[in-house]
């Protein structure tokens, strides 16, 4: 594994996971869309059917597995650090861990359209900014650098990694 990327939704975490592995020529997973594929069903389903606890395990799993046995890039579920089992096994991994942070305003511009993340409207910005608040100190406990994306294009993030040396 060459990165980890943590943040919180709509910080970008997969498509910068996808052009960094692109440019550093190895691949890039997605921690939710393999916990989908294990699964056979959406994350949506896996909560409505076997609830939070039962997914929160399964992110655990996967997450120790794939740390363990895939290169590349990894981009992680903006909930994952926040497990205490995963903190931990992200704080301990050898592998830089990439914050990719972002304002609640620009979060709620950049899902104001996406009809797959219903908690962005749920919680309206003062929802976001509680919980992003509440999540923040998860994400820099686990982090090695951080990366302000709010003003950046995701090709700017993966050279703000790239610049900062932790790969």
Do not use: C, W
């Amino acid at each position: 594994m060459k990165a980890i990327l943590v943040g919180f939704m709509g910080s970008g975490k997969t498509t910068v996971g996808q052009l960094l592995a692109q440019r550093l020529g190895t691949t890039q997973r997605d921690l939710d869309a393999v916990i989908v594929d294990r699964a056979g069903k959406s994350i949506q389903q896996i909560f409505d059917d076997e609830g939070e606890a039962s997914f929160r395990q399964m992110e655990h799993d996967t997450l120790a597995d794939v740390l363990e046995n895939t290169s590349g890039i990894l981009s992680t579920g903006g909930g994952t650090p926040i497990q205490p089992a995963n903190f931990d096994l992200l704080k301990a991994s050898p592998v830089p861990v990439i914050l990719l942070n972002v304002k609640p305003e620009t979060i709620m511009d950049r899902l104001a359209d996406d009809t797959d993340r219903p908690l962005v409207k749920e919680l309206g910005l003062d929802g976001l900014v509680d919980l992003k608040g509440e999540r923040d100190a998860r994400y820099h406990g686990v982090s090695d650098v951080e990366i302000q994306t709010d003003e950046l294009t995701p090709e700017e993030v993966v050279d703000a990694i790239l610049a900062s040396n932790v790969l």
